[in-house]
């Protein structure tokens, strides 16, 4: 137990699996800046962090690896999800327009045979 409590002041435990681990990365430093790491947190976990909260600001480098990857995930969904509006929406205004044109080709003839 005294390891723990060592690992806490330490800064060598995880904030998020509370693994402990002598690679950590620190969510506010310089590489926890560079991967944005509060803004994923706050994005995609339900819990709220604060440099000045007293718990470990630390992850370890496997939490970093799957905020990463949640965080690649998310982004392919927000865009493939904009491909697929934008593509039904241009679907859709086509199909309009064809079934426009199908109809005055239609009336223009049945005009014609009156
Ligand atoms: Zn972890």
Do not use: W
């Not at 137990?1 to 002598?22: E, Q, T």
């Not at 496997?62 to 934008?86: D, E, F, G, P, W």
């Amino acid at each position: 137990m005294g390891s723990v409590n060592n690992a806490v002041r330490c800064g060598f435990i995880c904030r998020l699996c509370s693994k402990i681990d002598k690679r950590v990365v620190h969510i506010y430093g310089e590489l926890g800046r560079k991967y944005n790491l509060v803004q994923k947190i706050r994005d995609y976990l339900p819990i709220k962090i604060k440099s000045s909260d007293g718990l470990p600001l630390t992850l370890c480098v496997s939490c970093v690896q799957r905020l990463n990857r949640r965080h690649t995930l998310q982004m392919a969904i927000k865009h493939s999800t904009a491909r697929i509006v934008s593509r039904t929406t241009v679907e859709s205004t086509t199909g309009r327009d064809e079934c426009n044109q199908r109809q005055q080709i239609h009336l223009s003839s049945a005009v014609q045979s009156i």
